[in-house]
């Protein structure tokens, strides 16, 4: 079963039933904010999640991760939420400073 936890979210864990789905997708299943300026289309980097563990389980990075790794918009280790899928396993995350919205309460 896909498995996300947000580190600075306090551990937050999440579960999902349904395989294969966008990361944003199950987070916000969820009722957890997370930032997407461009409507989840992957061109902008706002969805941006810090990789911590579980890069094993996710899909491989699409051509806008490629991408934007090239214009250093993102780093290794860094994915979008928008992007990626999730098709089974556990990932830990968490949210950039840059971007944390303010009414949302982050742990360190």
Same mark, same amino acid.
């Given at each position: 079963m896909p498995q996300?936890? $947000?580190e600075n979210l306090f551990n937050l864990r999440i579960n999902s039933s349904s395989v294969h789905r966008k990361v944003i997708e199950i987070i916000h299943e969820n009722g957890i904010d997370w930032?997407? +300026?461009c409507g989840k289309k992957g061109r902008c980097t706002t969805c941006k999640i810090i990789l911590k563990t579980g890069e094993e389980n996710l899909s491989p990075p699409t051509k806008p991760e490629l991408d934007f790794l090239k214009q250093g918009r993102l780093r290794r280790?860094?994915?979008? +939420?928008c992007q990626a899928y999730l098709p089974t396993g556990e990932i830990v995350v968490r949210v950039g400073? $840059?971007?944390k919205f303010p009414? $949302?309460?982050y742990s360190e």
């Open positions: 996300i936890v $947000i930032m997407h +300026a280790g860094e994915r979008l +939420a400073e $840059i971007n009414h $949302i309460d």
